[in-house]
């Protein structure tokens, strides 16, 4: 034997069981067993939502006994009772900021535009010498545009009677005529 023929023994026989592998795989891979995925799961039905009326029980009427009935109310505005100091300390502040916020031009443009109305309540906190040193909202008009300009408006207000007072509660109203 030669050198060459002894050299080539060994590829010979890689050779010869790389091929008889690749038959038994493919001989083999008939009788294997091929594995399906497995089928999503159902998905649940849409679920779908009717708003309908609720039936409401019928209301009974009401009616008020002739003897309990009342006289109409008049929608004139109360006037205080005699008895009733126009003249207090709250009174004179309130007329005292009043006068001063008919003077300012503080309705904001886009509530006039939009017509908003409304009555916003600020609590004022006063220096010794009735200017507003602070504002706050206490009850909202229902749009924070107006609440906003009745909070700038009354932390402008200066040199107010205040005659001792410290604070109080004002109503700025938002009203279009």
């Known amino acids: ?20 592998l690749h038959v038994a795989l493919l001989i083999g891979t008939t009788h294997w067993e091929v594995k399906k995925p497995a089928p999503p799961p159902p998905t649940p039905d849409a679920l779908l939502a009717r708003l309908t ?6 209301q009974p009427e009401l009616a008020l006994p002739a003897e309990a009935a009342s006289p109409p109310v008049s929608r004139k505005k ?3 009772p005699p008895d009733a100091p126009t003249d207090s300390p709250l009174a004179t502040l309130t007329a005292s900021a ?23 309540w600020v609590r004022i906190f006063l220096d ?3 200017n507003v040193i602070a504002a706050r909202l ?16 009354a932390r402008s207000l ?20």
Not at 53 to 58: Q, S, T, V
Not at 102 to 115: K, V
Not at 138 to 153: I, K, Q
Not at 158 to 177: M, Y
């Open 1 to 20: 034997m030669n050198a060459r023929s002894a050299n080539s023994i060994p590829l010979m026989l890689a050779l010869s069981c790389s091929l008889a």
């Open 53 to 58: 009326e609720a039936a409401l029980p019928p």
């Open 78 to 80: 109360a006037k205080p």
């Open 98 to 120: 009043r006068q001063q916020l008919n003077r300012l031009d503080f309705y904001p443009l886009e509530a006039i535009q939009n017509g908003w109305q409304g009555e916003a």
């Open 128 to 130: 010794e010498n009735g």
């Open 138 to 153: 206490e009850a909202s008009s229902g749009y924070p545009l107006l609440d906003a300009a009745a909070v700038n408006a």
């Open 158 to 177: 200066k040199s107010l009677s205040h005659n001792g007072l410290d604070s109080a509660l004002l109503p700025v109203r938002f009203k279009l005529e």
